[in-house]
C-alpha cells in the first residue's frame, strides 16, 4: 500500500493541509483533537451509510461529539429550499460558533455544506471529506462554495477554505463505472492544461486507472492536486484569469 501524501494549499493564514491516500480519513480524529471545541456536524450523503458508520466511531474514540445530518446528493440539493433546512437543524443541534461542519459526499455535498459552514453564525470551519473521484480532485479543494438560482447555477456562494481535506482513495471504491470516467477527464485534463509528462503517465496508466489501483489513483490525485494549489494559491478569488484555466473542461 503507498504511503499517504501530504501536500498543502499555500494561501498565508489560510493555509491547509490535504492528504492524499488509502484510509486517511484516520487523520480527522488527530486534527480534531488539537481544536478546543470538541463538536463535528457531519453533513452528509445519506448513501454513504459505512462512511459515516466509521467516522462515527473515529470521533466516538476521542470523545468528539457527532452529529449527523444526512442529504441527498444532487443538483436540487443546491436549491434555496432544499438548503434552508440545514440551518434549523444546526440550530436545535446546538452548533454555535466554534464548531465544525464536515462535508462527506461529492460536489454538491461539499458546495452546499461549505457554504452552509460559510453562512452560519457568519462563518465557522469546515472539513472537506471528498468522497468522488472528481470532487478529489477539484471542488473538495479550493473553498469555492455555492448554491444555484434559478438563473443560473453557483449564482449565491462564498470563498470559504476548508481547514482541512481528506481524499481517502477507500472511498472510491463505491462509485460507477461512469463516476470514475468522469473524475478521469478532470484528472486527463490537468494533464493537458499543464504537464505533459503527467499527461503520458495517465495514457500509460489508464487501464490502472479505472480498476482503481491504489497506487496509480493516489498519484493522479496528488499531482492534479499539486497543480489545482498552484492555481488556487495564485488567484484564491478567481479574479485575475489564473484559476478560471481550471474551468478548461466544464464551463469551456
Ligand atoms: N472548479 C474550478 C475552481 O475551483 O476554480
Not at 43 to 46: I, K, N, Q, R, V
Given at each position: 500500500?503507498?504511503?499517504?501524501?501530504?501536500?498543502?494549499?499555500?494561501?498565508?493564514?489560510?493555509?491547509?493541509p490535504?492528504?492524499?491516500?488509502?484510509?486517511?480519513?484516520?487523520?480527522?480524529p488527530?486534527?480534531?483533537g488539537?481544536?478546543?471545541?470538541?463538536?463535528?456536524?457531519m453533513?452528509?450523503?445519506?448513501k454513504?451509510?459505512?462512511?459515516h458508520?466509521?467516522?462515527?466511531?473515529?470521533?466516538?474514540?476521542?470523545?468528539?461529539?457527532?452529529?449527523?445530518?444526512?442529504?441527498?446528493?444532487?443538483e436540487s440539493?443546491?436549491?434555496?429550499?432544499?438548503?434552508?433546512?440545514?440551518?434549523?437543524?444546526?440550530l436545535q443541534?446546538?452548533?454555535?460558533?466554534?464548531?465544525?461542519?464536515?462535508?462527506?459526499?461529492?460536489?454538491?455535498?461539499?458546495?452546499?455544506?461549505?457554504?452552509?459552514?460559510?453562512?452560519?453564525?457568519?462563518?465557522?470551519?469546515?472539513?472537506?471529506?471528498p468522497?468522488?473521484?472528481?470532487?478529489?480532485?477539484?471542488?473538495?479543494?479550493?473553498?469555492?462554495?455555492?448554491?444555484?438560482?434559478?438563473?443560473?447555477?453557483?449564482l449565491?456562494?462564498?470563498?470559504?477554505q476548508?481547514?482541512?481535506?481528506?481524499?481517502?482513495?477507500?472511498f472510491?471504491?463505491?462509485?460507477s463505472?461512469?463516476?470514475?470516467?468522469?473524475g478521469?477527464?478532470e484528472?486527463?485534463?490537468?494533464?493537458?492544461?499543464f504537464?505533459?509528462?503527467?499527461?503520458?503517465?495517465l495514457q500509460?496508466?489508464?487501464?490502472?486507472?479505472?480498476?482503481?489501483d491504489?497506487?496509480?489513483?493516489?498519484?493522479?490525485?496528488?499531482?492534479?492536486?499539486?497543480?489545482?494549489s498552484?492555481?488556487?494559491?495564485?488567484d484564491?478569488?478567481?479574479?485575475?484569469g489564473?484559476?478560471?484555466?481550471?474551468?478548461?473542461?466544464?464551463?469551456f
Open positions: 500500500m503507498p504511503k499517504p501524501l501530504q501536500l498543502k494549499l499555500k494561501l498565508g493564514e489560510r493555509s491547509y490535504i492528504w492524499v491516500g488509502q484510509n486517511v480519513i484516520q487523520e480527522l488527530k486534527f480534531l488539537k481544536r478546543k471545541s470538541k463538536k463535528v456536524y453533513l452528509a450523503d445519506a454513504l451509510t459505512q462512511a458508520d466509521e467516522i462515527s466511531k473515529l470521533l466516538f474514540v476521542k470523545g468528539i461529539e457527532g452529529h449527523l445530518i444526512l442529504l441527498n446528493a444532487g440539493l443546491k436549491e434555496i429550499d432544499a438548503t434552508y433546512p440545514i440551518y434549523a437543524e444546526l443541534k446546538k452548533a454555535d460558533r466554534d464548531s465544525v461542519i464536515l462535508a462527506l459526499g461529492g460536489g454538491t455535498i461539499g458546495d452546499v455544506a461549505g457554504f452552509v459552514a460559510a453562512t452560519y453564525m457568519r462563518g465557522i470551519d469546515w472539513i472537506s471529506v468522497t468522488t473521484l472528481l470532487a478529489q480532485v477539484d471542488s473538495g479543494v479550493g473553498g469555492k462554495t455555492g448554491i444555484n438560482h434559478s438563473a443560473g447555477k453557483n449565491i456562494g462564498a470563498f470559504h476548508p481547514k482541512l481535506v481528506l481524499c481517502d482513495t477507500q472510491l471504491k463505491t462509485l463505472a461512469r463516476e470514475i470516467i468522469s478521469l477527464g484528472v486527463i485534463k490537468y494533464g493537458i492544461t504537464d505533459p509528462k503527467f499527461f503520458h503517465f500509460k496508466n489508464l487501464f490502472d486507472l479505472i480498476q482503481l491504489p497506487g496509480t489513483v493516489q498519484a493522479a490525485i496528488q499531482r492534479s492536486l499539486h497543480w489545482k498552484k492555481c488556487v494559491a495564485k484564491e478569488l478567481d479574479r485575475t489564473t484559476r478560471e484555466i481550471l474551468n478548461f473542461g466544464h464551463t
